[in-house]
């Protein structure tokens, strides 16, 4: 009875790193560059992390190449493994999203290289809600301290005025 639970729990030790390896997605968070961003940002969006095909179902075939995509955003997907004990991002793969068009570039597998990098596809449209939602937080977030300091020099104007 022992020597049968022993091998169960053998046969599930392969079977559970196997299970995760196979895993696509989970990605601990996106880099996002592109036109309007200053630097970059760091998303933890579950909408666009959780998923290999959160921008784009590769397995559906590549679309043909726009003749004017527009606007790009390039998107750079990472995971985070603890080396040493100390945590390190990998970058796992790079694409190109266009959400006012509805296309995506995958630019392919950093260090790597799978069927579907080079080549052009159908974005998701479930990726365009969270996705323009996390650009208009990065507007707001970018005009809060440029209001402060007018409201702040505003202030100092109507008191240097009174006196």
Known sequence: MFRKYFVYLIVLG?????????AKGNFDYITI????????????????????FAFA?????????PADPGQGYLV???????????????????????????????????????EYDGKWYAANPAANEPFRAVLAERARLTWIPFAA??????GLYIAYRKK
């Not at 004990?85 to 799978?114: A, M, R, W």
């Open 149 to 154: 300091l007018l409201v702040i020099l505003a």
């Open 76 to 114: 750079i997907r990472v995971y985070v493994k603890t080396m040493g004990n100390k945590p390190t991002d990998q970058v796992f793969d790079e694409l190109h999203y266009y959400p006012y068009t509805g296309y995506v570039f995958y630019d392919g597998i950093v260090n790597g290289e799978s």
């Open 33 to 52: 560059k592109g036109p309007g961003i200053t630097g970059e940002i760091n998303v933890t969006n579950p909408a666009l992390t959780d998923d290999f």
């Open 57 to 65: 179902d590769f397995t559906q075939g590549e679309a043909p190449a």
């Open 14 to 22: 392969f079977l559970i790193p196997a299970t995760v390896g196979f």
